[in-house]
């Protein structure tokens, strides 16, 4: 138990002995700075079932813990709050039983708790992956990894939409004006080479409707009747035909997409355990929809189609297959859901991130599985974000205006390296060096200023800011725990001895407060799906570091017994920022 949990146990065994009341829950809040004090306890809301002067219990409650909890010290009552002095002893003794502990925080993952799936990323293969799929990967792999801290197994997973319309525009554009470039022969990557030419494809699109409005026609019309969307209409009914020119077709510039993801994926420091394509699930949902028929969960209109009735949940019908009995994307999303928790018996909920314009979408899924009775439907979570935006305004793919994702990664590190050449950071470094270090910590900016935000949210990103050595960003961070790294090479002595029986700083003390509360903040921030608990945790733990360095000598402390503790403490901080920015799937430089 930690120190809250501690104090609010034995204040209801103080107001049982002392009151004969039963308290259910018991207020606390830091102690205020101009009053002397660890933790404080808040009378007021004891007097529902503690009738009397709110100073009078303050002062009986704090006698009485004095007397008989080993951990408090003294106590004094302002008004309704009872401030508790909490004894070094017991940060001293918290702090020897976590120093050693790499994993400190971190909850094993039991045989007897459900899996959980996480799905993320799931791009289409017309383009490269954009800023917009960045704050999704990043958002479902740290999500992952903390859900995985607090104890439970997690698989990755993503759908790749890997057929459609979309799909064949680029399949078109290349076959007719590629000339059969490749990747190699362009030394394009894959998905930038496919990417252009579904950008080719809107060019000559547009300039067909521009051409047969001036003919006479609406642009309604026109819009239907290009040329160029007629073409790919019948090279999408092919490749559901199964031609086999239209499929090596498309095999072959899926794969140079699934290359260019892949690289992409590495780059950014995300992995997955399985993949998911569209088209081998596109047809998945028709049988779970006779299914539901037969259990009553649907009903079927007069000209055939297959609708499910949500209008008692406050939501509308819902059409699940259409009257010529071809399926919608919400068969499809069934089907998926339900053969994913065949592939993994274990998993007992499953966690979707996709943007928040796909909220509705969502709550009729979950409420649909739910309907046919499948226990893990009562754990499914959309993890639903805001849009990012940039100073320059909206991006859209099939214009060529987004921001691509390496070309992002690219611009982070060569942003990291201005600035640190301005500020002097990197000096006596080799060029190699140099890079890795420019990399890692604009890779961090970029991650940290996403998932520092919750993620509902929306966003806009400023590179330079999020780069920004000081205030809440990556950089700042790092730094901090490259400092520690520092310290901890300057060090000369051996560290693993415990300290005892030593009087603390205010300010040691604040930093073993903050890191009693990690393990706490990887539960809520697992229980919340939000990794920005863990970003803003972090940031909190290294303002307080910085205080403490800035405020306590460390090696020009008065005894050898303080030097080593001070150290001590410096190099689990350090731990603990490093565990916490993993979390977020975020690196730290030893030199900085």
């Given at each position: ?36 004090g ?5 009378v ?8 009397g ?28 709050f ?13 702090f ?18 459900k899996?959980?799936?996480v ?11 954009h800023?917009?799929h ?5 958002l ?12 439970k ?16 525009k680029?399949m078109l ?9 490749t ?14 030419y ?36 019948e090279m ?6 199964g ?14 997409v ?12 995300v ?16 049988d ?10 649907f ?8 609708w ?18 071809t ?10 859901a ?13 966690i ?23 226990d ?14 940039l ?10 205006t ?33 890079g ?15 998932l520092k ?42 560290l693993?001895t ?7 700083h ?48 460390i ?14 403490l ?9 565990s ?12 900085m």
């Amino acid at each position: 138990m930690n120190l809250q949990q501690i104090i609010s146990e034995k204040v209801k065994v103080t107001i049982k002995e002392l009151f004969g009341a039963n308290l259910e829950s018991v207020e606390l809040q830091a102690t205020r700075k101009e009053f002397e004090g660890d933790i404080t306890v808040v009378v007021f809301p004891m007097l529902r079932v503690v009738k009397g002067n709110p100073v009078q219990i303050g002062e009986a409650v704090g006698n009485y813990l004095k007397e008989n909890v080993s951990e408090v010290l003294d106590f004094n009552v302002v008004k309704g709050f009872l401030n508790l002095v909490i004894s070094d002893s017991y940060y001293l003794n918290f702090f020897n039983s976590i120093k050693n502990n790499q994993k400190f925080g971190f909850v094993e993952h039991s045989e007897s708790k459900k899996s959980v799936m996480v799905e993320y990323s799931s791009p289409n293969t017309n383009k490269p992956l954009h800023l917009g799929h960045v704050r999704n990967i990043l958002l479902g792999f740290s999500v992952a990894e903390i859900i995985k801290a607090s104890g439970k197994k997690v698989y990755k997973t993503q759908i790749i939409n890997d057929r459609g319309i979309h799909i064949c525009k680029s399949m078109l554009a290349w076959k007719k004006y590629g000339n059969g470039e490749t990747p190699e022969s362009t030394g394009l990557k894959g998905d930038k080479l496919v990417g252009n030419y579904y950008v080719k494809f809107d060019q000559i699109y547009k300039d067909q409707i521009a051409e047969l409005i001036q003919n006479g026609k609406t642009e309604v019309e026109a819009k239907a009747e290009a040329p160029f969307l007629l073409e790919a209409q019948e090279m999408l009914r092919k490749w559901e035909a199964g031609d086999k020119d239209v499929v090596a077709l498309w095999e072959m510039m899926n794969s140079w997409v699934y290359d260019g993801f892949e690289q992409t994926y590495k780059a950014i420091g995300v992995d997955f355990d399985s993949y998911y394509y569209e088209s081998n699930t596109y047809l998945l949902g028709k049988d779970n929809i006779e299914e539901g028929l037969a259990k009553g969960v649907f009903f079927t209109k007069e000209d055939g189609s297959v609708w499910c009735d949500l209008t008692d949940e406050g939501l509308d019908e819902k059409l699940v297959l259409r009257k010529d009995g071809t399926a919608v994307y919400m068969t499809q999303d069934i089907g998926t859901a339900i053969q994913r928790a065949k592939d993994k018996p274990d998993v007992g909920g499953m966690i979707y991130t996709v943007g928040n314009e796909q909220d509705y979408h969502f709550k009729v899924l979950f409420l649909i599985l739910k309907k046919l009775g499948y226990d893990w439907a009562e754990h499914l979570h959309h993890l639903s974000y805001g849009m990012v935006d940039l100073p320059s305004g909206k991006m859209k793919s099939r214009e060529g205006t987004v921001v691509d994702a390496d070309d992002l990664i690219t611009e982070m590190a060569d942003t990291a390296e201005n600035i640190s050449k301005d500020l002097g950071k990197l000096e006596g470094y080799t060029d190699k060096e140099k890079g890795e270090v420019y990399k890692t910590i604009g890779l961090g900016a970029l991650k940290y200023y996403i998932l520092k935000v919750d993620p509902k949210k929306r966003i806009l990103f400023n590179p330079e800011e999020s780069v920004d050595f000081q205030g809440n960003t990556g950089p700042f961070i790092q730094y901090t725990y490259a400092r520690i790294q520092a310290i901890l090479r300057k060090a000369d002595f051996v560290l693993d001895t415990t300290v005892e029986n030593l009087k603390l700083h205010q300010k040691e003390k604040e930093l073993i407060k903050q890191l009693e509360l990690f393990p706490e903040v990887i539960q809520n921030a697992a229980k919340d799906l939000s990794p920005a608990i863990i970003a803003n945790y972090t940031y909190d733990l290294v303002k307080n570091y910085n205080s403490f360095f800035q405020n306590v000598s460390i090696f020009g402390a008065d005894t050898d017994t303080e030097k080593l503790f001070r150290v001590q403490l410096s190099q689990f901080v350090g731990a603990t920022i490093k565990s916490a920015f993993g979390l977020l799937g975020i690196n730290v430089p030893e030199r900085m």
